[in-house]
């Protein structure tokens, strides 16, 4: 066996055998399934998270698997959901573009769509529709299974969640001032083997991630939530995600609100009046109480290793 392969399965046995933290299982047990490529524990925990939304609720992928190559794939992941949301379920919308590659451009990407966002919803407050002061927003993301090692984004240093949360801040008010609420899920991990081989790992929606989500969507108090962003400065030395032993790795740290909007970048059926027109719904109607982000492939405990 060539020095490359044994290293190769050193990982993948490294994931298999790994134990994920707050669950007593380990990550063999979250292997997508061949006929869907997720994994359908993943699915129904977000469809949880869906549901904990509510109805007022923009639910966007932000996925590769939003590009024609992976058309199959993302039927699959929406019968899936609809499956567990005991309801047809497609996704409101999509924030793939061309630019969209690397977590640079993967951040960015999601910034641009908060800045349309926000824009749409201040021309609906002018308008006959009744626009809630607040947007809360929740993104479930690896970044193409990448930390946070200060890689940088449009000037902005990305050294942790909380530098990547308050760049989107940034981004949702650049063209409109609003009261927005962030919360970033960085589903990753990272550890080294016992040769000391470097393993990163997508890790999806664990129970540590699925609880701070719905904590989140759950807040009384939404302001507090987005305290953080104005209190809590990004440090250049602060990380996401802690590097430890394969046998122990370790991750980075139900009713809706009526009155903040939120908005979710994931996969989701639309929740509005279906008698209303679909086009017309997603550019003029504001009224939305969550907005979910995520990579969809790498919920599926997807592996990457580095050289």
């Known amino acids: 066996m060539s020095s490359s392969m044994r290293d190769s399965v050193d990982r993948l046995v490294s994931v298999a055998e790994g134990e994920v933290e707050g669950e007593a299982t380990t990550y063999m047990n979250y292997v997508s399934e061949a006929t869907s490529d997720v994994s359908d524990i993943f699915v129904e925990r977000l469809a949880s998270l869906m549901k904990i939304a509510g109805d007022r609720c923009l639910v966007v992928l932000s996925s590769t ?4 190559q992976h058309k199959t794939r993302l039927q699959r992941l929406e019968e899936a959901l ?12 999509k924030t793939t573009t061309p630019s969209d590659h690397g977590a640079e451009g993967r951040l960015r990407t999601i910034g641009d769509f908060l800045q349309t966002l926000s824009v749409r919803r201040a021309k609906c407050a002018d308008s006959e529709y009744e ?7 929740l993104i479930l993301e690896d970044f193409y299974v990448t930390g946070f090692d200060g890689w940088t984004v449009d000037g902005s240093t990305i050294s942790s969640t909380r530098c990547a949360e308050q760049y989107l801040g940034k981004r ?19 550890w080294s083997t016992e040769r000391g081989l470097s393993v990163q790992v997508g890790c999806g929606l664990t129970v540590p991630h699925f609880s701070l989500a719905k904590e989140f969507l759950v807040a009384t108090a939404p302001s507090t939530v987005a305290s953080k962003l104005a209190e809590s400065s990004c440090s250049e030395t602060e990380t996401a995600t802690t590097a430890t032993s394969p046998s122990s790795p370790s991750l980075s740290p139900e009713q809706p609100m009526a009155t903040p ?3 979710l970048l994931l996969p989701s059926a639309s929740t509005m009046d279906p008698n209303v027109d679909d086009k017309r719904r997603q550019q003029e109607d504001p009224a939305w109480n969550s907005f979910l982000s ?14």
Do not use: M
Not at 65 to 68: I, M, T, V, Y
Not at 176 to 184: E, F, H, R, Y
């Open 65 to 68: 698997w939003g590009r024609p």
């Open 82 to 93: 609809s499956r567990h949301l005991n309801r047809e379920f497609t996704f409101d919308e």
């Open 294 to 307: 995520t990579s969809w492939p790498y919920l599926s405990a997807s592996l990457h290793w580095g050289p």
């Open 172 to 190: 949702a008010q650049a063209k409109q001032p609003c009261d927005v609420s962030i919360q970033l899920i960085h589903t990753y991990t990272e």
């Open 131 to 137: 626009v809630p002061s607040s947007l809360r927003v």
């Open 261 to 263: 909007a939120s908005a």
